[in-house]
C-alpha cells in the first residue's frame, strides 16, 4: 500500500437507485414500496421548467410525509448554472431531516462540489441538523470527465460519482440511438481468417469514460455508481450493461424504470456461491497465517492476500444485504 493513506466514504447498500420525477407525485407511494436500495427524487431534467417550483414542493412533502423505509433518499438539485439550485437545497435541506444524499448534475470542477458543501453545512449548523448529508455528483459532461481526479478530491462530504450516459453524449456529441446504449457502427472488423471471412465485434463506446470515473472514484474511497439506461423494454440490454458495471467494479446501477430494480439489485450482489467461496478463503487464509504461510490453494487455484481483500469486500457487502432486506422486511 502507499504512505498516503485514503478515508473511505461512509459505506451505503447502492445496488439499484431509482429516479423519481419530483413533479409526478402519482409515483412516489409506489417507489416507496419497491426493493430499490436508493430513490433520487429528481428536480433537473425530469422536470419541466415550468413545474420546478411545485415539484419542489412535492419533494418537501413527500420526504416529510411518506414512509420511505431504512433506504438512502437522494435529492438531484439543478445545475449550478440555473437559478433553481439554491432553493433546491436551502428549502428541502432546511425543512427535510429524511434526506440523506443530494446528487449534484454536470458537475465541471471541484469548486461546483465545495460550492454546495458551503451551503450544506451553513444549513446544518443553523438548524442543527442531526443526520449529516451526504454529496453524491453525476460526471456527465466533458468538462467533469476531464477534471474528475480533483473533483473527486473536492469535498469531505462526496461519497458517490455516477456516470450519466445521456448528457456526456449530448457534451462529447457522442452519437448513441439511446440513453446508455450502444452504438451499432462502434466496433472493430477484424483481420480476414484462414477462410477469407471478416467478422465485426461490437464495442462498448462508454467503457474508456466509466472506467476513468471508476478509477478515480476507487482512488479517492468514493463509490462509483453507472447511471441510466434509457430503452427500459431492452431488459437483455439492461442486463449486459450492469453485469459489465459490475465486472469492473460499480456499485450498482440507476432504474430509470421499475423494472429495472430488480435486476440491478440481483446482479450487483454477490451469489450464493460466491459468498461460500469468500468465506471459504477467509478460513484457509486464516489457517495458512497460523501456520505461516503467505498463499494457499482453493479449488486448485492459488489464492494470496489479495483474494483476502476481494473476499472481506464480498462478504461486508453480502452482509450489508442481508441487513437491508431484513429492515425492508420490517
Ligand atoms: C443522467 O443524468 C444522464 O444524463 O445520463
Ligand atoms: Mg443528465
Known amino acids: 500500500m502507499s504512505f498516503t493513506t485514503i478515508e473511505q466514504a461512509t459505506p451505503r447498500l447502492t445496488r439499484s437507485i431509482l429516479a423519481v420525477p419530483g413533479s409526478t407525485p402519482a409515483l412516489f407511494e409506489k417507489a416507496a414500496r419497491s426493493a430499490a436500495d436508493v430513490i433520487f427524487l429528481d428536480l433537473e431534467d425530469a422536470v419541466a421548467p415550468d413545474d420546478k417550483e411545485q415539484a419542489r414542493r412535492n419533494v418537501i412533502g413527500a420526504l416529510n410525509d411518506i414512509d420511505w423505509g431504512g433506504r438512502i433518499m437522494s435529492l438531484r438539485i439543478n445545475g449550478l448554472d440555473t437559478h433553481y439550485m439554491y432553493r433546491d437545497v436551502v428549502d428541502v435541506v432546511e425543512s427535510c431531516p429524511r434526506l440523506d444524499m443530494l446528487l449534484i448534475p454536470k458537475v465541471g470542477v471541484p469548486a461546483d ?72 457502427d462502434f466496433g472493430v472488423l477484424s483481420d480476414p481468417d484462414p477462410e477469407g471471412q471478416r467478422h465485426f465485434y461490437q464495442g462498448d463506446l462508454w467503457h474508456a469514460a466509466q472506467t476513468r470515473m471508476l478509477v478515480a472514484c476507487r482512488a479517492y474511497g468514493l463509490r462509483p455508481i453507472d447511471g441510466p439506461f434509457g430503452d427500459f423494454r431492452d431488459g437483455e440490454g439492461f442486463l449486459a450493461a450492469a453485469r459489465r458495471a459490475v465486472v469492473l467494479g460499480f456499485e450498482g446501477k440507476w432504474a430509470i424504470h421499475p423494472s429495472q430494480i430488480e435486476p440491478a439489485n440481483r446482479i450487483f450482489s454477490p451469489s450464493a456461491e460466491d459468498v461460500d467461496k469468500a468465506r471459504r478463503i477467509v478460513a484457509a487464509m486464516a489457517q495458512a497465517a497460523r501456520e505461516g504461510k503467505g498463499a494457499v490453494q482453493i479449488d486448485g487455484r492459488l489464492v494470496d492476500i489479495a483474494n483476502i481483500r476481494m473476499a472481506q469486500n464480498l462478504l461486508q457487502k453480502a452482509d450489508a444485504i442481508a441487513a437491508f432486506s431484513k429492515a425492508l422486511a420490517g
Do not use: H, W
Not at 158 to 182: H, K, N, Q, V, Y
Open 113 to 184: 462540489v465545495y460550492a454546495v458543501d458551503m451551503l450544506v453545512t451553513q444549513i446544518e449548523q443553523a438548524k442543527n441538523r442531526e443526520k449529516k448529508l451526504g454529496l453524491e455528483i453525476l460526471i456527465e459532461t466533458a468538462l467533469g470527465l476531464a477534471n474528475v481526479e480533483a473533483i473527486a478530491q473536492s469535498s469531505r462530504r462526496l461519497e458517490a460519482m455516477c456516470f450519466g450516459a445521456g448528457d456526456f453524449a449530448a457534451s462529447t456529441r457522442a452519437r448513441t440511438p439511446a440513453i446508455g446504449g450502444l452504438n451499432p
